[in-house]
């Protein structure tokens, strides 16, 4: 067995529903201390359920020779189980069948972490005297609301004036074999709630009542039929998905004096947060409707351009696994989002995605060394 697979067992045997971190990250600091890094421990939210977060670097060589500082960040937390019946073996007892490693967060994302960990402990021990500097970035905040977490330390790092040049945010971003799929950026995320108001009444006496459903049915199916924008080279054209429709109040004989629509923008690099919320509105106000629209903005597009990130992580694919590796935007969102507002390059880079979030979520054990190796020479490419 080797030291990552080890670790990647001893992750998955501690229990760390979000926001709980389960004592994970306290296996890392305790590696990290031992190879020179500076750790903190930095808690916010709630006291009776905070958010832990580590921010931990080993300042090399310095910065007047150009050299960088690489952050590799990810999330101790994991998704709930579901229902327990429903696992072949239990979800937090790290298990081996037919050559995959089962278990809560095996894919999602604690097999990269344990992957990036020892990479660097491999590294440090073979480059004392290292250029530029190495990072961790750690939350128990990615799978839940994501406001106490990745975003509160960057706002703590900027106020430190630490200089990040390249982040590899560990997410499972394989598809077929580690290694044929690593995410340069993300689409932007904005949700809204929409209340369209109408007027109850009894379902037999329509003329004393106004039904919000009817009245929003024509300006729902025409933002359905809006093409927002083109997309470009990089991203795909913006999608507008309502996710929740709700109206009445029980009774099949009232008319609701309310229509409540969920709804969410999955935006490129064409539209604006502003530009999409006008254009929303000014359907809504062209079909006489009564609204308000409680607005979320989840996060904003980012997009990482071929550089010495991507040329370093790309190459190090391709020595390890011979793969040429496909730059993609697709996907839902990740802390990198948080990450690319202080750092200029930022990707995503992690296993096979297929079983995330599922019942009986799984890693493939020869896929975890490979994983590991690309990491480590990734460091090698751009701080050695």
């Known amino acids: 067995m080797t030291a990552t697979l080890r670790l990647t067992e001893a992750l998955i045997a501690r229990s760390s529903v979000t926001p709980h971190d389960g004592a994970c990250q306290a296996l890392f600091i305790e590696r990290l201390q031992a190879l020179g890094f500076e750790c903190h421990t930095l808690t916010f939210g709630p006291t009776d359920a905070p958010v832990t977060n580590l921010w931990a670097i080993k300042r090399g060589q310095g910065h007047a020779n150009g050299a960088p500082t690489l952050v590799f960040a990810g999330h101790t937390d994991v998704v709930p189980t579901g229902p327990l019946d429903q696992w072949t073996s239990p979800p937090f007892v790290p298990t081996h069948r037919d050559g995959m490693l089962y278990g809560r967060g095996a894919a999602d994302m604690k097999t990269s972490l344990a992957a990036m960990l020892v990479a660097t402990e491999e590294f440090v021990a073979s480059h004392a005297q290292h250029q530029g500097s190495i990072?961790?970035?750690?939350?128990?905040?990615?799978?839940?609301?994501?406001?106490?977490?990745?975003?509160?330390?960057?706002?703590?790092?900027?106020?430190?004036?630490?200089?990040?040049?390249?982040?590899?945010?560990?997410?499972?971003?394989?598809?077929?074999?580690?290694?044929?799929?690593?995410?340069?950026?993300?689409?932007?995320?904005?949700?809204?709630?929409?209340?369209?108001?109408?007027?109850?009444?009894?379902?037999?006496?329509?003329?004393?009542?106004?039904?919000?459903?009817?009245?929003?049915?024509?300006?729902?199916?025409?933002?359905?039929?809006?093409?927002?924008?083109?997309?470009?080279?990089?991203?795909?054209?913006?999608?507008?998905?309502?996710?929740?429709?709700?109206?009445?109040?029980?009774?099949?004989?009232?008319?609701?004096?309310?229509?409540?629509?969920?709804?969410?923008?999955?935006?490129?690099?064409?539209?604006?947060?502003?530009?999409?919320?006008?254009?929303?509105?000014?359907?809504?106000?062209?079909?006489?409707?009564?609204?308000?629209?409680?607005?979320?903005?989840?996060?904003?597009?980012?997009?990482?351009?071929?550089g010495s990130l991507i040329e370093a992580i790309a190459g190090a694919i391709k020595d390890v696994t011979g793969l040429t590796t496909e730059l993609s935007t697709t996907g839902g969102t990740s802390d990198g989002r948080f990450i690319a507002q202080i750092c200029p390059q930022v990707v995503e880079f992690g296993p096979v995605n297929a079983s995330i979030h599922k019942i009986d979520e799984h890693v493939a054990v020869s896929a975890i060394e490979p994983l590991k190796n690309i990491y480590r020479q990734t460091l090698e490419r751009l701080l050695s």
């Open 135 to 306: 990072a961790f970035l750690l939350t128990s905040d990615e799978e839940g609301p994501s406001v106490d977490g990745t975003v509160k330390v960057c706002e703590w790092l900027t106020q430190r004036g630490e200089r990040l040049d390249c982040c590899i945010v560990g997410e499972p971003t394989s598809v077929k074999s580690v290694g044929d799929m690593i995410k340069n950026g993300r689409r932007g995320s904005l949700s809204g709630k929409l209340r369209v108001k109408g007027v109850q009444g009894h379902i037999a006496y329509p003329h004393l009542a106004q039904n919000p459903i009817h009245l929003a049915a024509p300006a729902l199916a025409e933002l359905a039929s809006i093409t927002w924008d083109q997309g470009n080279d990089h991203f795909p054209p913006t999608s507008w998905q309502m996710s929740n429709i709700h109206a009445g109040t029980g009774a099949n004989n009232v008319i609701p004096g309310e229509l409540v629509v969920d709804f969410n923008f999955r935006f490129s690099t064409e539209s604006t947060p502003d530009g999409l919320k006008e254009r929303l509105q000014a359907v809504l106000a062209k079909h006489g409707l009564s609204f308000e629209i409680d607005w979320t903005l989840g996060g904003r597009p980012f997009l990482t351009r071929s």
